[in-house]
């Protein structure tokens, strides 16, 4: 998703001269031609996420079109008051790029691993909160956000991640994308959990069960209408996230469904509200943690067979 | 008493009736950067009620924002604030917080109060100005204790690799910071040689002298290729004999006795 990033973000700042890009000194070979074509607006301001914030600020209170780049956890938890003040308050169109989503950096350990960004990022007024769920959605994203108001979210995974839009989707900040419609139930899935989760809905298929599949890769504000339409149709909602329990997409999900009014099985699939117990990479995280396509599948079906 | 004294003077007068008429705190911190405020608006900054979004203008972040009554004051005596507006301040449903929010029409660039904020705004600021070729300055001010804080020294850093000497800084350092003595607190001398050790290019003046601060604001940037930091030496509660020095006028409103008193003195 990260390589997608900047092979967006260099075709459109060749066309925007007001684009910049910052980064706390992360992000290795990953903007050399960046830097190199552009080196007037990219810059590393060091190992100092708060400063690079307010410089943002500083910039886009100047007119300029400001890209932060870092980890999720240095990204939005060191620096969160700075987004709060400079950014939200201000409402400016900063956009925050975070990269290794959830349990991406399994083996790095709990500092660098990003359960609750989205949570956090969510209760923020003025914030958009974005994770795309593939390099395709990615490029959508960045497009649009050149344009976008106000400060922006995205919650990238990091590399080679599997394309799952085969052709170009239908993107646009704040919509849900379908990938595919069932009646048994829907599944909402948000960031780079998408391809387990479409490959779950696939396996679920084989089995009889027909699932919509959607991805919410836009978490606030959420496709409102979208949620309670496939609510309505299928009568059992399923979120699913690399994310803890608390405060992501499950629950801006169930937000909308408690005060919908519909009668509906509602689970969230998500990790615990705790640090990770297990060490390992993020494959082996994602199995003992119930992320994998198959315990998706047997997650769904377990739970509508109480219904 | 020249003209920029007589200012001062009214300016600290009308802070004290705005704080008082408000019921609100820190009149101490807003007494201590009268004339560093009377110095730049008066004589330094290029900037007006009607140009108040050119391009070209400088910039003023008020960094330490708690001290806005007295920026407020300055604001309403320059015209970017109306009468009413004024009136408005520290009131339920009314114009003025007891920290500033950006308002460009009203001369306020950018929203302040949580402390560490705006030297790295000034920064982004002063960055866009260089990379746009573009001739003014960025003035902050912050307060001693606030450079407790961090995230001043990353700026600090920044601003000296990135040579940006169209950024001045200018650190209100009365002694005092919010529980006590800054030297009590946490230890910030020498202060001057702290910034000059992180490529800055240092002043120490005396922050009620006008004529001091004038011509250390006009000399700037003291080097090339270095941001400028101003060391203002002043006493918090400046010019009300009960009120210098105590830590008390960082919270307290004056009543009307000590309103009168306080009065008497500033008006002499």
């Known amino acids: ?307 | 008493m020249t003209r920029l004294e007589a200012i001062a003077r009214n300016i600290r007068k009308d802070t004290l009736d705005l704080i008082v008429r408000g019921k609100a705190p820190h009149i101490g911190p807003s007494f201590s950067i009268v004339e560093i405020l009377v110095a730049l608006y008066f004589k330094c900054l290029n900037i007006s009620p009607g140009k108040s979004r050119n391009r070209e203008r400088d910039r003023f972040i008020l960094s330490k924002g708690h001290s806005c009554a007295a920026l407020y004051a300055v604001l309403a005596r320059k015209g970017f604030i109306s009468r009413q507006v004024l009136r408005g301040f520290s009131a339920d449903g009314g114009t003025l917080e007891h920290h500033p929010t950006r308002d460009l029409g009203r001369g306020i660039e950018a929203s302040t109060g949580s402390l560490g904020h705006g030297l790295s705004i000034g920064a982004g600021m002063a960055l866009a100005a260089k990379r746009d070729r573009m001739k003014h300055r960025i003035f902050v001010l912050l307060s001693d204790g606030e450079t407790d804080e961090g995230s001043v020294w990353e700026t600090a850093l920044f601003s000296s690799h990135h040579k940006l000497d169209n950024l001045v800084a200018i650190v209100d350092c009365n002694s005092l910071q919010a529980l006590g003595k800054t030297r009590d607190i946490l230890n910030l001398e020498p202060f001057a040689a702290k910034w000059r050790s992180f490529g800055w290019s240092t002043r120490e003046v005396n922050g009620h002298n006008l004529g001091q601060l004038v011509n250390a604001f006009n000399k700037v940037p003291f080097r090339a290729k270095k941001p400028s930091m101003i060391v203002a030496r002043t006493s918090k509660g400046r010019g009300v004999s009960f009120m210098e020095d105590q830590v008390l006028w960082h919270y307290r409103c004056p009543d009307k006795t000590e309103c009168e008193r306080a009065s008497r003195e500033i008006l002499g």
Do not use: W
Request: hydrophobic fraction near 40%.
């Open chain 1, 1 to 307: 998703m990260r390589g997608t990033f900047i092979r967006t973000l260099e075709k459109m700042a060749k066309a925007d001269k007001n684009i910049f890009l910052l980064t706390a000194d992360l992000g290795y070979k990953l903007f050399d031609n960046f830097r190199d074509n552009y080196p007037d607006r990219f810059v590393n301001v060091g190992v100092a996420e708060s400063n690079m914030i307010g410089v943002a600020a500083g910039l886009a209170l100047s007119g300029k079109n400001v890209y932060c780049y870092s980890m999720v956890p240095f990204l939005t938890m060191r620096t969160f008051e700075q987004i709060r003040v400079d950014l939200c308050y201000h409402n400016l169109g900063v956009k925050l790029v975070g990269v290794g989503g959830g349990l991406v950096y399994g083996l790095e350990g709990m500092t660098h691993q990003a359960i609750e960004d989205i949570s956090i990022m969510r209760s923020l007024p003025n914030m958009t909160v974005t994770a795309p769920g593939d390099p395709a959605e990615v490029e959508c994203l960045i497009e649009e956000s050149v344009r976008y108001k106000g400060p922006l979210y995205i919650r990238l995974g990091k590399d080679r991640d599997p394309v799952v839009h085969e052709t170009a989707p239908d993107f646009k900040i704040g919509r849900g994308i379908v990938l595919k419609r069932g009646k048994k139930a829907v599944l909402f899935a948000a960031g780079n959990v998408l391809p387990a989760a479409k490959a779950a809905v696939e396996a679920l298929e084989e089995n009889g069960l027909s699932i919509t599949l959607v991805s919410m890769h836009t978490i606030k504000p959420i496709d409102k209408k979208l949620v309670i339409e496939c609510a309505r149709r299928t009568k059992a909602v399923f979120t699913v996230e690399e994310h803890s329990l608390i405060g992501g997409l499950g629950s801006a999900v169930a937000e909308i469904i408690a005060e919908s009014g519909e009668k509906v099985i509602f689970r969230r699939i998500a990790l615990p509200d705790a640090y990770s117990k297990y060490m390992g990479s993020s494959g082996y995280l994602r199995k003992k943690y119930g992320l994998t396509p198959q315990a998706i599948a047997n997650r769904i079906t377990k739970e509508l067979k109480k219904k």
